[in-house]
């Protein structure tokens, strides 16, 4: 089944590269049709109040209730520093599907 993810960080350029990794690491796992983007925290309430989860950069990690106030429901956590710092996409990913309940 399709999911979104959306990352969240101070202004989107460095997440970029981890979207990359996740992706690869979602097709890996057999989950090539997930979509994963990196956004801007200031885009949160436009681009992914419809996401099934919420990934937080670390350096943003302080904005999680205000994220929260403007995706309602949608599950939201940070990504740990050291899978941030290593460019982890198999952890992101298993971040993604815990938040999910995968």
Same mark, same amino acid.
């Given at each position: 089944?399709?999911?979104?993810?959306?990352?969240?960080?101070?202004?989107?350029?460095?997440?970029?590269m981890?979207?990359? #990794?996740?992706?690869? =690491? *979602? +097709?890996?796992? @057999?989950?090539a049709?997930?979509?994963i983007?990196?956004?801007?925290?200031?885009d949160?309430?436009?681009?992914?109040?419809?996401?099934?989860c919420i990934?937080?950069?670390p350096q943003?990690?302080?904005? #999680?209730?205000?994220? =929260? *106030? +403007?995706?309602? @429901?949608?599950?939201?956590d940070s990504?740990?520093?050291?899978?941030?710092?290593?460019?982890?996409?198999?952890?992101a990913?298993?971040?993604?599907?815990?938040?999910?309940g995968?």
């Open positions: 089944m399709a999911k979104k993810i959306i990352l969240l960080c101070a202004g989107g350029m460095s997440t970029s981890l979207v990359k #990794k996740m992706q690869e =690491a *979602a +097709a890996a796992d @057999g989950h049709d997930w979509t983007a990196a956004f801007p925290q200031a949160a309430k436009e681009q992914a109040s419809d996401a099934d990934l937080l950069g943003i990690r302080f904005a #999680k209730d205000k994220v =929260a *106030a +403007a995706c309602p @429901g949608v599950p939201i990504i740990d520093m050291k899978i941030y710092g290593r460019m982890d996409g198999k952890g990913i298993a971040i993604a599907k815990k938040l999910m995968m």
